[in-house]
């Protein structure tokens, strides 16, 4: 039974020992633990003010694009006018193409293409294509 005793003895000296020499330590981390405790309280509130000047932003981002929507919205009927003056020019083009094809088939003129007169060729053929047209509309 001695040395049970001594056994036990020596093994509670040893764990105060090791208390001692863990104090320090240990104090520390619990500084540690109380200043990420006193960080983390302040967490929800600072997490609560983000998320409402989130919603702050997202709801006037919301109203940018309303406003946006509602001018663009105005604007359609100007696009639509500017889409029927282009195909109505187009139209126009493919009409005087179709003319000045059709008298460049009927004369073919070597004078034309030595002294660059094409552009006055087509001037002309213009306005031989719009007589035509006035003469078939009074018709």
């Given at each position: 039974?001695?040395?049970?005793?001594?056994?036990?003895?020596i093994i509670g000296?040893?764990?105060?020992g090791l208390v001692f020499?863990?104090?320090?330590?240990?104090?520390?981390?619990?500084?540690?633990?109380?200043?990420?405790q006193k960080t983390t309280n302040k967490l929800p509130g600072q997490v609560a003010d983000i998320?409402?000047?989130?919603?702050?932003?997202?709801?006037s981002a919301n109203d940018t694009i309303k406003q946006l929507n509602e001018q663009l919205g105005k604007l359609v009927p100007i696009f639509q006018v500017i889409g029927n003056i282009g195909k109505s020019l187009q139209h126009?083009?493919?009409?005087?193409?179709?003319?000045?094809?059709?008298m460049q088939r009927k004369t073919e003129n070597t004078m034309?293409?030595?002294?660059?007169?094409?552009?006055?060729?087509?001037?002309?053929?213009l306005g031989?294509?719009?007589?035509?047209?006035?003469?078939?509309?009074?018709?």
């Open positions: 039974m001695d040395w049970v005793g001594l056994g036990v003895i000296l040893a764990m105060l020499v863990l104090i320090k330590p240990l104090k520390n981390l619990a500084e540690v633990l109380a200043g990420v998320i409402t000047n989130l919603k702050t932003t997202l709801s126009l083009f493919s009409i005087m193409t179709k003319i000045n094809d059709e034309m293409e030595r002294y660059h007169l094409e552009g006055i060729y087509g001037v002309m053929a031989y294509g719009i007589y035509q047209r006035k003469t078939q509309a009074n018709k």
